[in-house]
């Protein structure tokens, strides 16, 4: 069976988000699943010196226009939450608890917690907001807090975030297929087209 496409994105990113939307119709269209990979990006900008991209003067401007147009292109309700840019710390950490038990759950929880963020325009930076939303798919809102601050959990983040990078992932959203990176959402068709070809 072919790997999966490997995808890696911050709950801050709003690129990420669009992403999350399509990837998994475009895995499938191609016989392949995804590995649903949160990260902290500010980890990777450490290492880049980047800054979140709506904070660059014009550049940030022109990125608003554009995440608001290829929503529309593919009919993704979009809006910016408050605040923004976030900390996705307790989201990753609940996707990465909630993915020891049940992978399916957690990539459900992922696009739970992307859609309060970005369809809704809800805060999903502190604990409980987080598991607000893990609760709406049925999940224990006081395991969700327990386990975003479970030190073995802290540590998975940790070591997820230190393979990501040390595989070169530094934006989200970020793709890995068959050892290929691809990075940005703009990516997504070259992705579709390396898979439809084998590569070149």
Known sequence: MAAPIEFYFDFSSPYGYLAAQR???????????????????GVAFKTTGQSPLLDIPIKGDYARRDLARSARLFDIPFTLPKPFPFMSVAACRAVYWLEERDPEAARDLCKALYSAAFGDGRSIAEPGQVAAVAAGLGHDEGDVLAAVQN?????????????????????????????????????????????DSGGW
């Open 23 to 41: 990837i998994d119709e475009v895995a499938a269209e191609h016989g392949r699943t995804v590995a649903w990979k949160p990260f902290l990006l």
């Open 151 to 195: 030190p073995r959990v802290k540590d998975r983040l940790r070591s997820e975030v230190d393979a990501a990078i040390k595989k070169g992932v530094f934006g989200s959203p970020f793709f890995i297929v068959d050892g290929e990176p691809f990075w940005g959402y703009d990516r997504l068709e070259d992705l579709g087209l390396w898979l």
